[in-house]
């Protein structure tokens, strides 16, 4: 190429662009500065971000010459530089003063330092390349290293008056839980079921008491179902933190007679119904138990908890995501607001390239910006004196007029969900598809929870008489037993089925009003079996006394039952556990096993754990569970 020199307007250069910047520590934030360097010429961030997000390839720097963009470097950096200058780079908060002089971010063109959250350090971590030159201070180092490596931790002292004996993996959560307080900082305690989260939070705040010797109150939120044992487990592990539970009619009259307080602890259906009182004061803690119930990022609920005024904030949840990454987006508007600064976006960065798309990298991304503000540990992790658990799947094989039922509503159904799809749209199908699924799955329990005229008289089940050839031979061994489902109709047929049988039993459903006494009755010896309905005591009680565990009927969500089994594989169980699933073979209820491995990779992937994502079921998922396998038809 001949003539290059002479170019006035146009001047490509050949030399690469260098990264360059500084951080600064703040109170409780970096001052961040980039800039791009050619030569003895640069730019700021901002304006190279800009271009970028515009599609151009090259940079024009003030001489006149034109350098390739570091595009690698950008698109990997793309969330950070978005959050840090916003869409259009555009620098929002930009600090006129710039950086020390004798820092190398302080050229001309770049006397410009954005003021960064400290939640967004995962992010900013990433900008270290070995083209890149950032020069950081010694505030951003130690607390990088506290966040990168959690052993790195400074240690913390149990307050005095614990009435516990933590296990370490215990300690260390509470550990972590100060670090995230002293920077200020929210997170997500997700520890697995059974291993000591409302313990952890408990010292958490009995340390706070003690620390700042002052008066203040905290709020925890839980399901209605579990209020209670916010008290007991107080009264036992922490009695010197006063803890008033907010429930009943005569409520806020209790508050008022108990002006020294510690901890409100009030249910999530209360927390709505008393937000004006709520809102008159400011927390110290915020903490949502059993956080999956702010899974909907739209609900009220999960609109009154991120109103809430609190010094700090955390969640509690064995199943950080439950259902669809959008859940991850509502508990992070609770703990940390700002780290994902809307949902459209955040649906638009992570949840439809993960979900739809299966992008590794915007994965790889969500992970790093979110891990270290979730803290999960899993059983098999950190609790080595727990016994073995095994998980077997039982099959059942439908015959003569409970399968020839089964196919006849098969067929029906699909018909019916192709014939509204085609006159409606597949959006307005699918509450008629989850209703045929919903009686697909009833059939294979029992003909009898049907209420169609081709289902009278059909009396046969093949999985009640697996049932009842299983726990005879569990109960003859001397076994306990836990019994899920989520039909209430198929617990009153268990029951029927039990009684006949001379086995006694304890009963759980939504409606039960004594659960606690029913609980402490079965871990007394009062009955071998627990009939509990998944809903209403998959979560909150601790059954340990049983060691074998039946799911009667499978979830789309594994998470679901896996909570349920550790009702009974948690701290304090001494023997070996046993799950069983019974499932009616090639039926609809085959095919729920199959999705549930689909659902769970992404969580796995995600969090380094066995959960489950049940995002809404896709036209793909009915398809495959309305196909039909049977050739017997």
């Known amino acids: 190429v001949e003539g290059e020199e002479r170019l006035t307007r146009y001047r490509p250069s050949r030399l690469p662009v260098r990264v360059r910047g500084a ?8 001052d961040v500065a980039l800039y791009v360097e050619h030569g003895d010429q640069s730019l700021p961030m901002g304006e190279v971000f800009q271009a970028w997000q515009a599609g151009r390839r090259f940079i024009r720097f003030g001489n006149g010459e034109q350098a390739l963009l570091p595009d690698a470097w950008l698109s990997r950096n793309r969330a950070l530089l978005t959050a840090l200058l916003g869409e259009n780079g555009i620098l929002p908060a930009a600090l006129e003063e710039g950086l020390d002089a004798r820092n190398p971010a302080t050229a001309p063109d770049a006397r410009r330092a954005i003021r960064a959250p400290r939640y967004l350090a995962p992010l900013i971590e990433g900008l270290w390349d070995e083209d890149v030159v950032i020069d950081a201070d010694s505030g951003w180092q130690r607390f990088q290293e506290g966040l990168r490596h959690f052993g790195n931790i400074e240690p913390v002292a149990l307050p005095h008056g614990l009435n516990a004996e933590l296990r370490d993996y215990q300690h260390r959560g509470v550990e972590w839980l100060c670090f995230l307080r002293d920077h200020g900082l929210g997170g997500i305690l997700a520890d697995d079921m059974g291993l000591g989260k409302t313990v952890q ?33 107080a009264n036992r592990f922490a009695p010197d933190l006063r803890v008033v539970v907010m429930h009943g009619p005569d409520r806020h009259a209790r508050l008022e007679a108990m002006p020294d307080v510690d901890v409100l602890v009030t249910s999530y259906a209360l927390l709505r119904r008393d937000l004006a009182l709520h809102l008159e004061r400011q927390y110290r803690y915020a903490i949502l138990d059993e956080a999956q119930w702010v899974k909907n990022p739209d609900s009220q609920t999960a609109l009154a908890v991120r109103s809430l005024r609190a010094d700090n904030r955390i969640t509690l949840t064995g199943t950080p995501i439950e259902n669809r990454l959008a859940e ?3 508990q992070f508007a609770f703990v940390m607001p700002g780290l994902f600064p809307s949902l459209r976006r955040f649906m638009s960065d992570y949840v439809v390239p993960i979900e739809r798309d299966h992008h590794a990298g915007r994965l790889h991304e969500l992970r790093r910006r979110i891990h270290p503000f979730v803290l999960r540990r899993l059983k098999e992790e950190v609790a080595a004196e727990l016994p073995p658990r095994t998980d077997i799947v039982l099959y059942c094989e439908l015959e003569g007029s409970q399968r020839r039922l089964y196919q006849a509503v098969l067929k029906a159904s699909r018909e019916r969900v192709l014939r509204v799809i085609e006159e409606k749209g597949a959006a307005r199908a699918r509450m008629t598809a989850l209703d045929a699924l919903l009686k697909l799955r009833q059939i294979c329990c029992h003909p009898g929870l049907v209420h169609l005229p081709e289902a009278l008289g059909v009396e046969n089940s ?4 697996l049932f009842r050839e299983t726990i005879q031979e569990i109960l003859a061994e001397g076994h306990r037993l836990l019994v899920f489902s989520q039909f ?23 409606r039960t009003r004594d659960r606690q006494q029913r609980v402490d009755r079965f871990n007394a010896g009062s009955a071998p079996v627990f009939l509990i309905s998944l809903k209403a005591g998959g979560t909150g009680l601790n059954l340990a006394s049983a060691d074998y565990v039946i799911h009667y009927d499978p979830w789309w969500n594994p998470a679901v039952e896996d909570q349920a089994t550790d009702r009974a594989y948690r701290i304090g169980q001494t023997r070996p556990v046993f799950s069983y699933k019974l499932i009616a073979r090639d039926t609809v209820e085959e095919k729920i096993l199959q999705l549930q491995g689909r659902k769970r990779e992404l969580a796995h992937g995600l969090l380094d754990t066995e959960g489950g994502v049940e995002k809404i079921l896709s036209p793909e998922d009915f398809d495959f569970l309305f196909e039909d396998d049977n050739t017997d038809e």
């Open 23 to 30: 951080i600064v520590t703040g109170m409780d934030w970096f």
């Open 201 to 233: 939070a408990l010292t958490l705040l009995l340390l706070e008491k003690q620390r700042l010797d002052l008066p203040f109150i905290s709020l925890v939120v839980a399901p209605t179902s579990v209020l209670f044992n916010w008290q007991i487990e």
């Open 328 to 330: 991850l987006w509502s």
């Open 462 to 465: 093949a999985k009640l008489e």
């Open 488 to 510: 209430v109709e198929m617990l009153t047929v268990l029951r029927e089925e039990l009684e006949a049988s001379g086995v006694t039993y304890e009963y759980l459903d939504g």
